[in-house]
C-alpha cells in the first residue's frame, strides 16, 4: 500500500522560504509522474510543480523561478523548495503521485498548511 507523508509546513513572512518534504512509502514499480498541488480556501486546488517520468520539471506560472521540485529517490522523498513567499501562496499543499504498483494508481498525502503573512 502506498502512502505519502508531507512535512515542512508552516507560518513564514512575505519574502521567507520553506522546504515541503513528501515522503512515499510502500512498493512502486515505476513512477509516472510526482506533483505538488496546493488549494486555498475558496479556491480550486492547482498544480503547482511536476516531475514528469523523466525527471522534467514543470511549474505554474506565478511559481517559476521561486519555487524548484525536486526528488530524492533513494530517500523516496519528494521536495518543493519555496522562495521569496507571498501571502497568494497560502494554502494547503499535497503532494501526489502517479505510479505503478503494481497497477496504476495515483496517490494523495494528508497535506500540510503554509501560511505566508504579510
Known amino acids: 500500500q502506498v502512502q505519502l507523508a508531507e512535512s515542512g509546513g508552516g507560518l513564514v513572512q512575505t519574502g521567507g522560504s520553506l522546504r515541503l518534504s513528501c515522503e512515499i512509502s510502500g512498493r512502486i514499480f515505476r513512477v509516472m509522474h510526482m506533483s505538488w498541488f496546493r488549494q486555498a480556501p475558496g479556491s480550486q486546488r492547482e498544480r503547482v510543480a511536476m516531475?514528469?517520468?523523466?525527471?522534467?520539471?514543470s511549474y505554474l506560472d506565478s511559481v517559476a523561478g521561486r519555487f524548484t521540485i525536486s526528488r530524492d529517490a533513494a530517500k523516496n522523498t519528494m521536495y518543493l523548495q519555496m522562495n521569496n513567499l507571498k501571502p497568494k501562496d497560502t494554502a494547503v499543499y499535497s503532494c501526489?503521485?502517479?505510479?505503478?504498483?503494481?497497477?496504476?494508481?495515483?496517490?494523495w498525502g494528508p497535506g500540510t498548511q503554509v501560511t505566508v503573512s504579510a
Open positions: 516531475l514528469n517520468s523523466q525527471g522534467s520539471p
Open positions: 501526489n503521485l502517479n505510479a505503478l504498483s503494481p497497477y496504476a494508481g495515483n496517490f
